[in-house]
């Protein structure tokens, strides 16, 4: 099949907009403008300079014959309320010609969900698919359309319900094991318990905790791009910021940067693990308990100057140590 008429079957066929943006059917406008604005980078040409030239035409076209006309049909509320009435009319067709019978595991999957935790495991499921969706363009396709099921089971289970309420965060379990993306062995997604409080993580604990993962396999790069994402939505979290410092650092190209946003943090939390442990490397000053400062801080005493020394810790003197109980023990495993 040509690159043209991919397209055109694309076009034909992946006709619902929430599953073209990878966003659960409850999405507001916030959540659906992050949405494509996330879609645009991992689209954008820069992406794709090292790739063949039919995938780099491959990824402008899918944004501006499919993104594009998706996002315009979902910017407004109306509109978003006009769409979501097409999908409900569709279900209620589907359901009186034969049962909903959806092919992928993760559609099945919520089939089976109980009603008090049918919410939960769809949100998951959403944003499971959706960090995979546009990673690769010629795996698009597939993921729409497990999408797509999903939406539809959601709104079979939630066809007794006065209606779908929008919501700003969507409802995310930390703790969740990836499905497979192709179809075949059926593979559970572990959730937990049904009456347990479930984790809410917010868009900038998703960008934290995928900067996390970067951070373990050393691509500085992306936890860089991560974090400043995550610290526009958040600029209060000592974490956020004692991370991104360390990347600048790892980076050894931006020192400056590395200093900035390492003393931010411990200006937010003087007790940040991460800062704490890197700040010595920057000549960063590290107040001790008596107030006086903890390395190599010019006093005063009785009008001489004396300069005070404090053997820096082992676990302190290099950021690329490989030794036991280093960076990634912050991470936890």
Do not use: C
């Amino acid at each position: 099949m040509t690159q043209s008429s991919l397209l055109s079957d694309w076009e034909k066929n992946l006709t619902d907009p929430y599953s073209v943006l990878g966003v659960s059917i409850t999405a507001d406008d916030r959540r659906v403008q992050k949405r494509y604005r996330d879609i645009a980078k991992q689209l954008h040409p820069d992406k794709f300079i090292h790739a063949d030239e039919a995938t780099q035409e491959l990824s402008t076209k899918l944004l501006a014959r499919l993104v594009n006309p998706a996002y315009k049909k979902l910017q407004q509320e109306k509109e978003r309320k006009e769409n979501l009435a097409l999908l409900r009319l569709k279900v209620r067709r589907l359901t009186r010609e034969r049962p909903i019978s959806p092919k992928s595991d993760l559609a099945r999957q919520l089939l089976e969900h109980p009603a008090s935790a049918v919410d939960v495991f769809y949100e998951q499921a959403i944003a499971h698919l959706s960090e995979t969706q546009f990673q690769a363009p010629n795996q698009f396709a597939i993921i729409t359309e497990q999408l797509s099921e999903l939406n539809l089971v959601y709104l079979k289970l939630k066809m007794g319900d006065v209606g779908v309420r929008e919501k700003r965060t969507g409802v995310i379990s930390v703790a969740q094991v990836a499905p497979t993306v192709n179809s075949g062995t059926p593979q559970k997604v572990n959730l937990a318990p049904e009456n347990s409080d479930f984790a809410t993580e917010s868009y900038d604990q998703r960008h934290y905790r995928r900067a996390q993962v970067y951070a373990k396999k050393g691509a500085w790069e992306q936890v860089v791009q991560e974090l400043r994402e995550a610290i526009k939505l958040k600029a209060d979290k000592s974490e956020y910021h004692a991370l991104l410092g360390l990347a600048y650092l790892q980076q050894r190209k931006f020192p400056g940067m590395a200093k900035v946003h390492i003393k931010r943090a411990l200006e937010l939390n003087p007790n940040d693990p991460l800062a704490t442990k890197y700040a010595p490397n920057l000549g960063i000053v590290m107040p001790s308990p008596n107030g006086t400062a903890a390395t190599g801080m010019t006093q005063k005493t009785n009008g001489v100057q004396s300069k005070t020394s404090q053997k820096v810790p082992q676990s302190q003197k290099t950021p690329n140590s490989p030794k036991k109980g280093g960076l990634f023990g912050l991470f936890g495993k």
